[in-house]
């Protein structure tokens, strides 16, 4: 066992990063505290002008290797504030608005505050509803009550402040749960594999990105790309695990338990092949469980490096994950700790 695969799992870390509040523009706490962390782990670093996390780590070849997690979640801006003090939402990033009714959130208001509030819809209470009019709820109908009288809530909030879900990170039997897995489990795994390198100088110098609005364009991945111009990309993120019921074998994507997702493809990028088998070689020499991803639909940063400039050789480290783009995102630890030891 190499050293890096005896390196603890940090659920402390985890935990913080997770619970963080960051949406796509407003990644302000995270960078934050991921810059600290990074400086500890980096021979330099920086925050560029679109808010990218900039690690870098010197090598003693001329190639580079460009790492991407990207740090925000998705989440909700409020776009209207009615008289009663109700908010509406312009969703930043892809929520099932089908999850969404009586989740609890939290307004960050203009002044500072961190207000509390639950989500619902505007539609009879279950008592009084017919089953004809049971229906999935629509984006355009969700509401925040902050429990507030309209001009109090006037008060500490407007148009365009940040609404994130309220839920902590917790441990669910093998597996953690919480909100924002997507992607800041794989900024912890960055830094972790970071962390595990230790004094050693690398190869290829390395580039650790921890990326802005990757949930509504891959934004922040294609602005630093062009800035590193690597010679090879590896974007981190996570990735469907459909071992549900309801799912098909065929379907199944990935499962939990079984290690870390190489992936050979998504809507993105198709992986270069040698990375993909030099990937897999690795997995295999060192005892690190893996599986191989194929994603019909979703994309990384990759899919922003791949086309950086004159192109690069791309690929993803996948975490395979349960309920994505829910407020209870599920991984296995033995999988966390697996894509950390095969980064590494």
Known sequence: MTAQQNQPFDFDLLKTLCELPGIGGREDAVRAFVRERMSTLCDETSVDRLGNVVGIKRGSGGQTVMLAAHMDEIGFLVKHIDDKGFLRLQPVGGFDPRVLPAQRVIVHGFKGDALRGVMATQSKPIHLLAGAELSAPKLDEVFVDIGLSGDEVKE???????????????????????KAFDDRLCVFAMLEALKALGDRQ???TIVAVATVQEEVGLRGARTSAFNVDPDIGVALDVTLAMDIPGGSEQDTVSKLGEGAAIKIMDSSHISNHKLVQHFRQLARENDIPHQMEVLPRGGTD?????????????????????YIHTVNEMCAVSDIQAGINLLA
Do not use: H, Q, W
Request: no cysteine.
């Open 156 to 178: 500490k909030v407007e148009i365009g402040d940040m609404v994130v879900m309220d839920r902590t990170v917790e441990r669910v039997g093998n597996n953690v749960i919480g």
């Open 202 to 204: 690398p190869n290829a």
């Open 302 to 322: 990759a899919g922003a490096m791949v086309i950086n400039r004159g192109g690069a050789p791309v690929i993803t480290l996948s975490f395979p994950t349960r």
